[in-house]
């Protein structure tokens, strides 16, 4: 699976949109990013997958840029409950021999305040 | 609907004890994965089943690790003979299919003292 690049951590203020970003320059066309957050003490949630297209759910929306490079996910209005390390995985689609594992790496501290 | 759940949430262990861990998958997940997350840093991969079949097994970091999923429903994550370097938290996570979206559990939280 490709690897992907975030910045270690970014603040947010409560009720701004948040836009994180991820660097994936090598990942390959049957490759998805997936979006994960872990709040303190649970286990990560999912968030959002994208293959191509921008894609938009309850939570946040994902831009893909044109080159499949990178993506940025958005919270659209931070709340503080949105604290939390977000990971950026690429993963390889259905059909590949990966079964599906997800490679975490060191994930985005958003920190959201007041 | 019910999501992933693990028992027990937090475990003591004097080195050298064994543990089991259990993951309880969303009901009719055939997809069952085993994380394992050192304390700051992300989850990693130790092992996978597809129903009852044990099919990727490469992150498990020693041969006192065994996981098994015999019904193809609750998994057992065990260890044996703990050390120190085992504490962690374990993290099981469901898809319904190989290959689509996991769904995580709470984790276990496991100190070995």
């Known amino acids: 699976d490709a690897k992907t690049t975030q910045p270690t951590s970014m603040d947010c203020a409560e009720g701004r949109a948040a836009n994180l970003p991820c660097n994936h320059s090598?990942?390959?066309?049957?490759?998805?990013v997936y979006w994960y957050r872990q709040i303190h003490s649970q286990g990560p949630q999912y968030i959002i997958h994208g293959l191509k297209n921008n894609e938009t759910n309850e939570m946040a929306s994902l831009i893909i840029t044109e080159d499949r490079k990178s993506s940025t996910l958005i919270l659209p209005h931070a709340t503080l409950r949105d604290t939390a390390v977000y990971y950026c995985i690429v993963r390889v689609a259905a059909g590949g021999t990966s079964y599906g594992k997800l490679t975490f790496g060191q994930g985005t501290i958003l920190t959201v305040h007041p | 609907g019910a999501g992933v759940s693990q028992s027990p949430r937090y475990k003591v262990a004097k080195r050298g004890q064994d543990v089991a861990l259990r993951c309880d998958p969303i009901s009719g997940h055939v997809s069952l994965f085993w994380y394992q997350q050192a304390l700051g840093q992300g989850p990693e991969f130790l092992t996978y089943?597809?129903?009852?079949?044990?099919?990727?097994k490469s992150g498990l970091p020693s041969d006192r690790f065994f996981a098994e999923r015999p019904e193809g429903s609750v998994s057992t994550l065990k260890i044996q003979r703990t050390q120190q370097e085992d504490s962690a938290v374990y993290l099981c996570a469901s898809s319904p299919l190989w290959g689509e979206t996991q769904y995580f559990g709470p984790g276990t939280r496991l100190l070995v003292l």
């Open positions: 090598t990942i390959s066309g049957n490759e998805y």
């Open positions: 089943f597809q129903n009852e079949a044990q099919l990727d």
